[in-house]
């Protein structure tokens, strides 16, 4: 028998959870020539989610990691690369001769895969425009592609005003719904809610917040088939508070303790015991790497729910240092700010 919870990677088929009105709502959005912007705390699903609702419209797609794009003409690459998995190379290299900047293309001798690079370019505005003119000469209004930007909010790092160059380019195309997925709330809404940003109002806003407890309470207690079930789900969500990821990855070694080790009594907190300690090292690290002001702020939200002022650390020192644990995904803010992942929490809790 498979272990029935997955974590660490897309999730699909029967291990996706819920998310019912989410996905019509993505639906809609690209049954229309409207875009799309999501935004949620990093591992809630968002890539999960927008696959699976993807994968339902039967459309090609490319999903493009701007964390792993380093320069624009890395992002201008990745995109060629992205269609090469979509399409023939004798469909497409007639267009490619067109580029005013022409790449350079190698394959592997089987021809099964291709590599793209451009020489570093003065006008990067060409390198973008023809490589999404592509993309545009791709589709047509019976199969419109699908363009992922996923952790969008880190293009603003590649060059000084690259969101106008972006937005000057895709705002004249008609086949491709673009969807704009971002874990940093911030600089996300900044890029689409402020007015003097290139894409403001570019297109339909959803925040992904955690699923249900009682989606997720019977997705558990349907997977666990055990007598204690219920009980054992109650704990595994109060543990992680719904958190998408966390959940899965607690169930998925809860599951794995009740099955091989005929665990019984206390299976949860042995869990926890278990996750803590093989994470250790990581935490430490991450730890050490914090400055005086972040350890107190998160020993306060650990031991309180809630960050507290005091005569050492100011007001504004605290909220500036939230936001930096924020941007960098130790934080999240739902209903209240609180320390992303339960299993540090307890690491931190367990050393005060």
């Known amino acids: 028998m498979n272990n029935p919870f997955k974590f660490g990677t897309i999730v699909e088929g029967n291990y996706f959870t819920d998310r019912t009105e989410e996905l019509e709502r993505i639906k809609e959005v690209l049954n229309s020539e409207n875009h799309l912007i999501l935004i949620s705390p990093r591992r809630f699903g968002k890539s999960s989610l927008v696959k699976k609702a993807i994968t339902n419209t039967g459309r090609t797609y490319i999903s493009l990691n701007l964390q792993m794009v380093v320069s624009v003409e890395n992002l201008a690459s990745l995109i060629l690369k992205e269609i090469f998995k979509q399409h023939k190379w004798e469909k497409i290299k007639h267009l490619l001769s067109h580029f005013r900047i022409v790449p350079t293309v190698s394959t592997t001798p089987m021809g099964d895969s291709f590599d793209v690079s451009f020489q570093p370019a003065t006008d990067t505005t060409v390198l973008l425009e023809d490589a999404l003119q592509l993309i545009e000469k791709l589709s047509n209004s019976e199969n419109r592609m699908i363009v992922v930007f996923d952790e969008f909010q880190e293009l603003l790092t590649l060059e000084k005003g690259i969101d106008k160059k972006l937005r000057s380019i895709i705002q004249n195309q008609t086949n491709i719904n673009y969807i ?5 709330e911030s600089m996300m809404t900044e890029i689409f809610e402020r007015k003097k940003s290139p894409f403001y109002h570019f297109g339909v806003l959803m925040h992904l917040d955690r ?16 007598e204690n079930a ?15 990821y966390y959940t899965q990855q607690l169930s998925a070694l809860v599951w794995d303790m009740l099955t091989y080790k005929h665990y019984d009594k206390d299976v949860v907190e042995q869990a926890i015991k278990s996750l803590v300690r093989i994470h250790d090292l990581d935490f430490e690290r991450i730890w050490l790497n914090f400055n005086k002001t972040d350890r107190a702020i998160l020993i306060d939200l650990v031991k309180n729910g809630q960050p507290s002022s005091n005569r050492l650390l100011p007001t504004s020192t605290i909220y500036s ?3 930096r644990l924020m941007q960098n995904g130790y934080v999240i803010k739902l209903e209240g700010y609180e320390v992303e992942d339960p299993f540090f929490s307890k690491w931190i809790s367990d050393r005060q």
């Open 230 to 244: 219920e009980t054992i789900a109650h704990s595994i969500l109060e543990t992680t508070r719904c958190h998408p």
């Open 211 to 226: 699923i249900p407890y009682n989606d997720f309470y019977k997705y558990i207690v349907e997977r666990l088939e055990n």
């Open 321 to 323: 240092g939230i936001k």
């Open 180 to 184: 704009f997925l971002g874990s940093q």
